[in-house]
């Protein structure tokens, strides 16, 4: 066993070996590796956060549907009381309707009763005579009988 | 080793402990200098090589690291980070920018260089002998040079660092007051100094005498086969023989790797190789030589075990680095 130069040259070489791991390759690695645990912390926590966000999310959603539910049971009944409203209001608007109506006609065939009573007031006097005269063969003066021929008028 | 004649083997193993090395006053090409200032360019050559390699293989993805979705060798390069800031996080307590780099730099490289013990002896310095270079030794780790200069590197770092942590005063205190008391203090300087010596000899020794071993086993397996470097004639008989060799040894692997639990049927493929290996040997089978099949059986099996003291003895070396370096941070 021999020792020479070799050694010196060889600490050297060892050392700046050294030196080139400590500064070109341990570094980056390391530093690599942490910043990949790193996120893969993050990551986790991200996931436990949606996952949180999640069920905060869905117990959200159902209140809201429950709530909805209940707002539109509350329009629908408010729906059917404003039916019921408008169909009260048109049954009273049509009994209204045709009581005018009943009111109208009964007041046209009132007139017309009326009208048709005069008129017949009116011949009834001639009608008489006539009926009379033919009855008796002879002239009747209307003269003569006005007193009982205003009575027969006023009969009718 | 293209020179055709036969090789003696003491020839043979020094020709593979030889450094290919640089004189650095003469400026030239020598070999088994005992002077200083010579360089051994083979190992140097095979640990710059190996350290850059792991440059290369690590700074690309340092340099794009992103925090999303990481490619596989991203992941791999992360893993072994991460790998490492743990082993650190264990030992060392305090928060420092250097000791879990150079932990994770100490662990690859060494490993690398290790790991050169793995490929066969002779493919390198061949190689290199075919282009004229006389001398390779492939293995840094198993030269002294290599592993005492990373060693003391880090002695030298220790003791920088000790002294940035606890101050000339701290550092002094420790050296002459413990572990004895005041009026001992002679005593515990000497102890202290022999305490702090041992560490960069035991750390730089440990891991030259774990990998130098191994290369020399694996040298003396290849020993086996010298007389046949040679140009070998092979008998027809030898050959099917070697091939059903061969064959039963791929058995024994499949058997072993893909036996489902019945793995231990594995071991009948594995007698007959014993079989064949002692029959030739003692001559009762025609072969090419039995030392063959010892050989493949030896190495294998070495080499199957050594996976084991290449990743051990860089994983020894980079706890140890960190620990003194955590022992040069605490004060007692």
Partial sequence: MSLNATLIAQIIVFLLLVWFTMKYIWPPIVAAMDERAKRIAEGLDAADRARRELADADTHAAEEMKKARAEAAVIIERANQQAGQIVDKARTDALLEAAKQKATAQADIENMAHRARAELRGQVATLAVAGASKILGREVNAETHKALLDELVSGI | ?332
């Fill in chain 2, 1 to 332: 080793m293209a020179t055709g004649k036969p090789i003696e083997s003491a020839e043979y193993i020094l020709h593979h402990l030889t450094y290919l090395q640089l004189d650095l006053k003469s400026w030239k090409i020598v070999e088994n200098s005992q002077n200083f200032w010579v360089l051994n360019i083979d190992s140097m050559f095979f640990s710059i090589l190996l350290g850059l390699l792991f440059i290369f293989l690590f700074w690309p993805v340092a340099r794009r690291a992103k925090s999303g979705v990481p490619a596989r060798w991203q992941s791999f390069v992360e893993i072994s980070t991460e790998f490492f800031d743990h082993q650190v996080k264990d030992i060392f307590h305090k928060k420092s920018s250097f000791v879990a780099p150079m932990a994770m730099l100490c662990g690859f490289w060494i490993l690398f260089m290790n790991l050169m013990d793995l490929l066969p002896v002779d493919a390198l310095p061949a190689a290199a002998g075919a282009v004229g270079i006389g001398h390779l030794r492939v293995l840094p780790t198993s030269d002294p040079a290599i592993t005492m200069s990373m060693s003391i590197a880090v002695f030298l770092l220790t003791f920088f660092y000790s002294f940035y942590n606890k101050g000339f005063k701290g550092c002094a205190t420790e050296a002459l007051f413990h572990p004895f008391g005041k009026w001992l203090f002679p005593v515990n300087f000497v102890l202290k100094v022999v305490e702090e010596l041992s560490k960069p000899l035991s750390l730089g020794l440990r891991l030259f005498g774990n990998m130098y071993a191994g290369e020399v086993i694996f040298i003396l397996l290849a020993c086996l086969t010298l007389s046949y470097s040679a140009p070998v004639h092979l008998s027809g008989v030898g050959t099917a023989e070697f091939f059903i060799f061969a064959a039963l040894a791929v058995a024994t692997v499949f058997l072993f790797a893909y036996g489902r639990g019945k793995w231990l049927r594995a071991w009948i493929p594995l007698g007959l190789m014993l079989v064949i290996a002692i029959g030739s040997v003692g001559g009762l089978l025609p072969a090419i030589g039995g030392s063959t099949y010892w050989q493949i059986l030896f190495e294998t099996g070495w080499g199957i075990f050594h996976w084991l003291i290449i990743g051990l003895q860089a994983y020894i070396f980079m706890v140890l680095t960190v620990g003194y370096l955590s022992m040069a941070a605490e004060t007692h």
